[in-house]
């Protein structure tokens, strides 16, 4: 699709400002009620969601032209998707849809922000986001006895991903996880110097080429290898291929797992049993892509016409993602499983959680609006009483790492994969 076939979505939009806000029935603290980090850091419409279908039809109508000021607001913005479960709430818009498009557009248009180009060199070049050597790709499993799917068969393959690949403080977690699912005797292995970006995180910067291209490129892999099921510790790697694969039509034909879910599915079984505890009062950040971004795509083929005034009909009718069946019960109903562990909840969780300010590269370009929003998620874990505060992605837990450091909050950050290494 192309940014025009919103028109209908942007001359719908009553400028409600819903796409703000939580809605208003779940908003359990007046200090924690805002959705969309960039109007709230802001403070001005455009910043917004329906500030986004003005502009878009304003390019539309020639009206404006895809400029600095354009390309700063557009790409203030984490693409986290708050705004369009909101806005579902009050109208079936898409805006998070159009907001895509019209990223898409500049890149193609050739007005690009000179810090996501050389993200994007760095992937042409390396295969991977963090500007890292391709050849230090498997280098965090190094001692692990693992099984290189290169040169051996398993039935599990285990995708790092970026940020955990390279990240030095991070990898001993993706390390954690597979020593975890590897002592529970699951067949496993990793793709190591040849494991390659997801594209998820180039598409979110208008790079639908690269989605389009690593998704191929991971589709051959996976044949190659043999392997009925992958698991990732990455929510951003989740949501490429779960989600993000299935919308442009290269769906893998392997089960897909992020890795809470896998080892929930291993406690059930009584393969996992926890026995140490953890005296530690703790809050559950849910990530976006696991949770609103990580709800499976509908996909939908129809005709679109205007019944009456701004009324429009769908034939057949068309269901919309609404962010409630992403994976929010199962990250939970571990931690609830960790003895002496507390859980206590945020005010804006599951779909409706506040971004960690990590997403639609924010952390490339704007890393001081990144560090802003995560420093929010940290004061509403303190609201609430926790003590540490735990997500299930490694971009979550790099940016609270580094807002608690920027502003010398002593929050403790896990992921949890940490938690449950600490209970067994």
């Not at 819903?18 to 200090?31: A, G, S």
């Not at 910067?205 to 892999?221: C, D, F, M, N």
């Not at 069946?325 to 931690?335: D, F, H, K, M, Q």
């Not at 992921?415 to 449950?420: A, P, S, T």
Request: hydrophobic share 35%; net charge negative; charged share 25%.
């Amino acid at each position: 699709m192309a940014y025009q076939d919103y028109t209908h979505d942007m001359q719908r939009c009553t400028r409600c400002s819903y796409c703000k806000w939580i809605p208003y029935r779940y908003i359990k603290n007046t200090d924690f009620m805002e959705g969309c980090p960039s109007v709230a850091r802001y403070l001005w419409h455009a910043y917004s969601a329906s500030g986004k279908f003005n502009m878009a039809y304003s390019l539309l109508k020639d009206r404006i032209e895809i400029d600095e000021t354009f390309l700063d607001v557009l790409y203030h913005c984490h693409m986290d998707g708050s705004c369009d479960v909101s806005c579902k709430v009050q109208q079936d818009l898409e805006p998070l849809q159009l907001m895509q498009e019209l990223r898409i557009k500049c890149v193609e248009e050739g007005q690009l922000l000179p810090v996501h180009m050389l993200v994007i060199e760095g992937l042409r070049k390396e295969d991977n986001m963090m500007q890292s050597p391709k050849a230090d790709r498997g280098k965090w499993a190094e001692g692990l006895d693992v099984k290189d799917l290169a040169r051996e068969s398993a039935e599990v393959v285990y995708h790092a991903g970026c940020r955990y690949s390279y990240d030095e403080e991070l990898q001993p977690i993706a390390r954690a996880g597979m020593q975890i699912l590897r002592n529970t005797g699951v067949d496993i292995g990793i793709m190591g110097v040849d494991e390659a970006c997801c594209g998820g995180r180039a598409y979110e910067l208008g790079y639908a080429g690269e989605l389009t291209k690593y998704a191929e490129h991971q589709l051959e892999t996976l044949r190659t290898a043999g392997v009925k099921v992958l698991v990732t510790p990455c929510a951003d790697c989740y949501a490429a291929f779960k989600v993000l694969y299935d919308k442009i039509g290269k769906k893998p034909e392997i089960e897909i797992f992020h890795i809470t879910q896998y080892i929930h599915r291993l406690i059930e079984e009584g393969k996992i049993s926890f026995t140490k505890e953890i005296p530690l009062t703790v809050t559950y950040h849910d990530p976006c892509h696991l949770g609103r971004l990580g709800e499976p795509w509908i996909h939908w083929q129809g005709k679109e016409t205007r019944a009456m005034g701004p009324m429009i009909i769908h034939d057949p009718p068309k269901k919309f993602r609404r962010g409630t069946n992403g994976v929010y019960e199962t990250p939970r109903e571990i931690l609830k499983a960790i003895p002496g562990l507390r859980l206590v909840e945020m005010y804006r969780i599951r779909e409706y959680a506040w971004c960690c300010g990590a997403g639609g590269g924010v952390i490339d370009a704007h890393p001081d609006f990144a560090v802003w929003t995560g420093n929010e998620r940290l004061k509403e874990a303190r609201a609430v009483g926790a003590e540490a505060i735990v997500s299930a992605c490694g971009w979550c837990k790099r940016n609270f790492l580094d807002a608690a450091a920027a502003s010398g909050d002593n929050m403790e950050v896990y992921d949890i994969i940490e938690l449950v290494q600490k209970a067994l």
